[in-house]
């Protein structure tokens, strides 16, 4: 119940808040939906399968180009979305293969590989993706005469989609699948010994994460209206790993907490001028030694507290 009444602020919060938020922080929030998509789709395949992934920047980047180089050829953006989804999607199956025989670093070291071949693919396919010079001038979608070119309107379109990506998420989580990928994280051979498919249930936490992670790219591009390689690179996954982390593994309300935190605590440092980056890196170093749950720990202790000591019910 506290659930969903967090849930309802949070949502009527995120609707009032184009209102009373001037341009600049109405893109930082439009921008914390956008990362808040990739996160679920990074806990999925993390938090709860256990399969360690530093490559969602290059699952973002499908997306983000799709609608990109589709979009000049009056390609509507849906189409385009669906097509950088489903592109993230297939090689995040193909991806999902060195898991069956690999794990732990091993397999860190191989999604690393993919990020920096598909980095390194944007870069030098100049002809399809313009190379270092990137894809500038990048439409919002339209619907027929309804356009969210506007900040405030495509705000609202990231909002719908952000919706579309938590109910789902949230139906795969308390569904067979979700009980399936939380047995293959805490022990394989127990799950398999109770009839899970290690070899179906890996490759779909792979290919559903990544197929999240195309549906925020694809969102990403408009909302910055230019893309280059720059914007995928390592760097980018593991500021991903890090909302993951921080938020809390293996809890739904982890990438809440980690986008929001992630995407807004840099900003809000800014006024420190050159100290800002200091100050920042010694949060995180802080918040990984007293909380290494997640500040998610926090929510469940003033629950905790507001409840009189009763355990906070959880989907990890």
């Known amino acids: 119940m506290r659930r969903w009444l967090a849930l309802a602020a949070g949502v009527g919060i995120c609707a009032l808040a184009p209102l009373v938020l001037e341009q600049y922080k109405l893109y930082i929030l439009s921008l914390t939906l956008v990362y808040l998509i990739l996160a ?9 399968a256990g399969q360690i992934s530093l490559c969602h920047a290059a699952f973002m980047s499908f997306g983000s180009y799709a609608v990109a180089v589709l979009a000049p050829y009056g390609v509507p953006f849906e189409i385009g979305l669906i097509v950088g989804v489903t592109l993230a999607f297939g090689w995040g199956l193909v991806l999902g293969f060195p898991a069956l025989k690999v794990k732990h670093h091993y397999l860190a070291m191989v999604t690393l590989a993919f990020n920096i071949i598909a980095f390194l693919v944007i870069r030098n396919w100049e002809s399809l993706t313009g190379g270092s010079y990137g894809i500038s001038n990048i439409a919002r979608p339209a619907w027929g005469r309804l356009s969210f070119q506007s900040d405030r309107a495509y705000y609202f379109y990231i909002l719908g989609w952000t919706a ?14 979700g009980r399936a990928f939380r ?35 694809a969102l990403f591009a408009p909302l910055v209206a230019y893309i280059d390689p720059g914007a995928f690179t390592l760097d980018r996954s593991i ?64 629950v905790g507290w507001l409840g009189g000591g009763k355990e906070v019910p959880s989907t990890s």
């Not at 579309?164 to 699948?177: E, F, M, P």
């Not at 051979?189 to 994460?209: D, H, P």
């Open 239 to 302: 500021q991903f790993l890090m909302m993951v982390v921080m938020g809390g593994l293996g809890r739904f309300e982890g990438p809440f907490i980690g986008a929001a935190v992630v995407t807004i605590l840099p900003e809000a440092l800014r006024g420190s001028e050159g100290l800002y980056l200091i100050i920042y890196s010694l949060a995180v170093i802080l918040m990984m030694l007293f909380m290494p749950k997640g500040l998610v720990g926090i929510w469940d202790g003033a």
């Open 164 to 177: 579309v990506v938590v109910a789902s998420a949230y139906w795969i989580l308390t569904s067979r699948w």
């Open 40 to 48: 679920i789709g990074l806990n999925l395949t993390l938090g709860y």
């Open 183 to 217: 047995a293959i994280r805490e022990n394989e051979m127990r799950a398999a010994v109770v009839g899970v498919s290690l070899r179906n249930y890996k490759l779909m936490a792979f290919a559903i994460g990544a197929a999240y992670a195309g549906v925020g790219g």
